[in-house]
């Protein structure tokens, strides 16, 4: 299969919200592209005209998006030459949760893990299919490098980020998208979960042998690897919530 151009989380991610709950999906987008890593800490979010083009809202919801997010501590906004609004580089953590409110019903986890497993080996599938170009290539290194060296504050976005760039490098947009939108669930049971460094360490070198599946075109062992990881996070999620 011939190689097109990698497909953009960013470009996934910004797409236009509906009319009905503008302000709403704008929150919702703008915390997805910072809390998968798309937007990484400290670095600036697109100009608020781009953002607004993007999105199809008006500038007045996307800066009330904005101020909602600085509100909660998100981001800040820079004046001068060099402003915009930028990531801020320590996020807040999840908020704390009740004992009654830790238990998660068991419909909602299978569902959310039924759909991860099925976007993310078809994926990975997908992606060691392709011809990559050295461009792909070098995108997934990369996010392979910044989720093996994150600590344990930063590793949840940078394993995100990677696993996005899987998908990015299939160029299918909506499977990106879909992919986004499956992770972000995913997150918010993970964030429920101790994060264990044993488990972190095993994930890192899964993490490298699905890449490295990819990079040698081999579809079958990065789907058979991909499955395995995350049939490992599975097991956690059920141990901990279920």
Do not use: C, W
């Amino acid at each position: 299969m011939e190689s097109t151009s990698v497909v953009n989380a960013g470009e996934a991610l910004f797409r236009p919200v509906r009319a009905g709950n503008a302000f709403e999906e704008t929150v919702e987008r703008l915390l997805q592209a910072i809390r998968l890593g798309v937007v990484g800490a400290g670095e600036r979010l697109p100009s608020e005209r781009e953002l607004a083009e993007r999105l199809g809202v008006s500038r007045v919801t996307l800066r009330e998006a904005i101020r909602a997010l600085s509100d909660a501590g998100y981001v800040e906004s820079r004046r001068g030459r060099y402003g915009g609004t930028f990531v801020n580089e320590t996020l807040p953590g999840p908020p704390e949760r009740s004992a009654d409110a830790a238990a998660v019903d068991s419909v909602v986890l299978e569902d959310a893990l039924s759909l991860r497993y099925v976007l993310e080996t078809g994926a990975a599938e997908m992606a060691a299919a392709r011809s990559l170009s050295p461009a792909d290539r070098q995108h997934l290194t990369g996010t392979l490098a910044e989720a093996a060296g994150a600590d344990l504050e930063d590793y949840r976005r940078k394993d995100s980020r990677l696993h996005l760039a899987i998908a990015e490098v299939t160029a299918s947009g909506s499977l990106t998208t879909a992919m986004a939108d499956a992770r972000t669930k995913v997150n918010q049971l993970l964030d429920r979960i101790p994060l264990l460094q044993p488990n972190l360490e095993h994930s890192n070198a899964q993490h490298e042998a699905i890449v490295d599946a990819i990079l040698a075109g081999d579809a079958e062992a990065a789907r058979q690897v991909m499955a395995e990881h995350i049939e490992g996070t599975a097991s956690l999620l059920r141990a901990f919530l279920a």
